[in-house]
């Protein structure tokens, strides 16, 4: 599975920016696609995950209801969209693609599950 993240860059806190990745090869048993994103000397965290078979969304609390993820499995291209943009948000934001739990759902919270990821893509957002 390959990951190709594109879409990042600057803009003024307030503002919108819309993250892609194209996601090839054999996703079989890697059907929920994530982004997650880390900023300089933080951890990794997650923003949201998509069930690409069903198109269950799941976001965590830092970006519900400002960030929405979608894809187009006609052009194998998971989206991220952000909203109400905060310098806060300044990060790498990786694509990543893994497994659905035992329980049906995409992780959150949990990069270890999540087996393939791309190159990712800077957003860097100014007051």
């Known amino acids: 599975v390959q990951l190709v993240e594109s879409g990042g860059g600057a803009a003024q806190a307030a503002g919108s920016l819309r993250l892609s990745c194209v996601v090839s090869g054999n996703t079989v048993g890697s059907d929920c696609q994530g982004w997650f994103r880390q900023a300089p000397g933080k951890e990794r965290e997650e923003a949201a995950a998509i069930y690409a078979g069903g198109g269950s969304t799941f976001y965590t609390d830092s970006v519900q209801g400002r960030f929405s993820i979608s894809r187009d499995n006609s052009k194998n291209t998971v989206y991220l969209q952000m909203n109400s943009l905060r310098p806060e948000d300044t990060a790498m934001y990786y694509c990543?693609?893994?497994?659905?739990?035992?329980?049906?759902?995409?992780?959150?919270?949990?990069?270890?599950?999540?087996?393939?990821w791309g190159q990712g893509t800077q957003v860097t957002i100014s007051s």
């Open positions: 990543a693609a893994g497994p659905r739990s035992t329980g049906g759902f995409c992780y959150l919270y949990r990069s270890d599950k999540y087996n393939y």
